[in-house]
Nanobody
């Protein structure tokens, strides 16, 4: 069973940065699109960014454009979410998800989900 694992969450002040990582032990991610999602307090889960197997990216909410960057290092079997200029509204649990597709699918078409890593943006 493919189990993505996230890491890198924590407490950061507004304006700060964090880099989240997503990997999967015993499973190569290089042929598949990977998405990052978040669930903020009191809100539904929302898509953040997706990266295809070829490195093309899709940004879901306008609120992260210009601040969040998704990338992948297939040699390390890891997908990253670089989050810059963080705002309190970015607080939430961040999840990575894997789809069997090589391109970024619809938000409901991911197949495997990690347990999430919490991010808190607060002074």
């Amino acid at each position: 069973q493919l189990q993505p694992v996230e890491s890198g969450g924590g407490l950061v002040q507004p304006g700060g940065s964090l880099r989240l990582s997503c990997t999967a032990s015993g499973f190569s991610l290089d042929k598949f699109a990977i998405g990052w999602f978040r669930r903020s307090p009191g809100k539904e889960r929302e898509g953040v960014l997706c990266i295809s197997s070829s490195g093309g990216t899709t940004t879901y909410p306008d609120s992260v454009k210009g601040r969040f960057i998704i990338s992948r290092d297939d040699d390390k079997n890891t997908v990253y979410l670089q989050m810059n200029n963080l705002k309190p509204e970015d607080t939430g649990v961040y999840y990575c998800a894997v789809t069997w597709s090589s391109y970024c699918p619809g938000l409901d078409e991911y197949d495997y989900w990690g347990q999430g890593t919490p991010v808190t943006v607060s002074s």
